[in-house]
């Protein structure tokens, strides 16, 4: 069937192929089926198991309160796909439309969707990351086998990484009871994504709840014993600590790397596409029988300057993939953008975080309601006049306001005319994020391409 066949026929008689049994592809399956695609639908993913969630792998998992076998996703419809579970994807054919899978399998499509998602990074010394009691935390796997460790009260765990990720796991060792060590070469937990001066707060929770927690260092060495178990980790201030479990939690990698050759404009950062969810080429010219969704995706915002976001958000993967698979099997003139805010949320040492829009393209923070002494607050972000994001630290009935404050673009710092503001009357200071030159650990949202207040746009060759 050619780019340019009949959608009628699509619909009847198409073969879609998603790689990636995700919540992204899960959700464009359903989507497909409920728009009416009678055709063959083929489901690829890495991991032996139909899409699950993973949210609460580092929370109620981690507790003991669930297993990882029970956190499989709801479905909202019957797909009707053939499942090809535990066989990877390992090539991509554009010319002749094939997916190559690791069994030496073909899959042939007319319409495409990549949803990989995202992997843990791992520790960078692999005889050290290898030591028994060294862990990620990013598949069912893991957090079973996380779990177990946990269950037989370890004396002390040492998680590396501070962000969203790393701050969960260290509450769910506290809430065990278990001794925890955070080592974060940032400043602060969570600055990659809310900043410095949100990051101090949640320096405090940390400390507050018995976590040793050690910022501005990073941990040199892992050392084992003669059984190979870790025993300790070397940190850069000529420091040791003794730990038989470690946690690695230094962000994620992009699953990209059987796409090299392919012609697709798939790198480091993940796989362009445009508003509509289209990839592209190597040559920046857009396709128009391969989508992306999910974690995985780069896609420009209007409500961000048009910068490429990689969103790495549990609503932004259901809202991208419905557009996807909305698009895929549209005329171009009813095709619609992809232009969900991003929303995140955290559960960490008793207090329920939440942030609308980009605050990591914050310059200024106003802390409009609430105290951060009393860990109980609304913070707002403000980039070039214009309120650009807001995080609520246990006052969520705010979200909602401060979204459609983002939608409209107004200006910041905001105009409070019938609420209780600034109760701690402050004026706007300066968000404090880190030099975005020097690596982080946790952000939720990757900017690329140019920015709005130089209005440059520098092309650089992917690396794979």
């Not at 699953?255 to 050759?261: F, H, I, K, V, Y």
Request: aromatic share 6%; charged share 25%.
């Amino acid at each position: 069937m050619s780019v340019d066949g009949s959608l009628d026929r699509l619909k009847r008689e198409g073969r879609i192929v998603v790689v990636g049994a995700s919540l992204a592809g899960l959700r464009a399956a359903e989507t497909l089926r409920e728009k009416g695609f009678a055709g063959s639908l083929t489901m690829i993913g890495d991991e032996p198991y139909e899409p699950y969630d993973r949210p609460p792998l580092s929370k109620q998992v981690l507790l003991g309160r669930a297993t990882a076998d029970r956190t499989g996703l709801p479905r909202l419809r019957a797909v009707d796909a053939q499942w090809r579970l535990g066989v990877p994807a390992t090539g991509l054919d554009m010319a002749a439309r094939r997916v190559r899978l690791a069994d030496g399998d073909e899959v042939e499509y007319d319409r495409l969707l990549i949803a990989t998602g995202v992997r843990a990074r791992p520790w960078p010394q692999e005889d050290e990351a290898e030591l028994d009691g060294v862990f990620v935390l990013r598949t069912r796997d893991d957090a079973e086998a996380l779990e177990r460790s946990l269950a037989q009260g370890p004396r002390r765990v040492l998680v590396i990484g501070a962000g969203f990720t790393g701050s969960e796991i260290a509450s769910a060792c506290r809430e065990r009871g278990i001794a925890v060590t955070v080592a974060e070469r940032a400043d602060a937990p969570l600055v990659g994504a809310l900043g410095g001066v949100v990051g101090e707060v949640a320096a405090e929770l940390q400390r507050k709840h018995g976590v040793d927690l050690r910022c501005g260092v990073m941990v040199t060495r892992l050392e084992g014993d003669s059984a190979g178990h870790v025993r300790a980790a070397h940190f850069s201030d000529g420091s040791t600590v003794e730990a038989d479990v470690v946690i690695v939690s230094l962000g994620a990698q992009r699953n990209t790397e059987w796409l090299a050759g392919s012609g697709l404009g798939a790198g480091l950062r993940g796989i362009a596409c445009d508003a509509g969810c289209r990839a592209f080429d190597i040559r920046g010219i857009v396709t128009d029988d391969i989508y992306v969704a999910g974690d995985v995706a780069r896609s420009p915002h209007p409500l961000f300057g048009y910068q490429f976001l990689s969103l790495e958000h549990w609503g932004n993967a259901v809202a991208q993939a419905e557009t996807a698979a909305h698009n895929m099997l549209s005329e171009s003139a009813d095709r619609r953008p992809h232009i969900w805010v991003p929303a995140f949320w955290s559960s960490q040492f008793g207090v329920n975080i939440k942030s609308v829009g980009v605050p990591s393209m914050g310059t200024e923070i106003l802390i409009a309601q609430g105290s951060r002494s009393e860990h109980r607050f609304t913070g707002v972000y403000g980039y070039q006049g214009r309120v650009i994001g807001a995080v609520t630290f246990d006052q969520t009935k705010w979200l909602q306001f401060y979204q459609q404050l983002i939608e409209t673009t107004a200006p910041f710092p905001p105009a409070f005319p019938t609420v209780d503001r600034r109760p701690e009357g402050q004026q706007p200071i300066p968000a404090d994020f880190p030099d975005p030159s020097v690596p982080t650990h946790g952000p939720t949202v990757t900017l690329s391409g140019y920015a709005p207040d130089d209005r440059r746009l520098t092309f650089t060759p992917a690396r794979h």
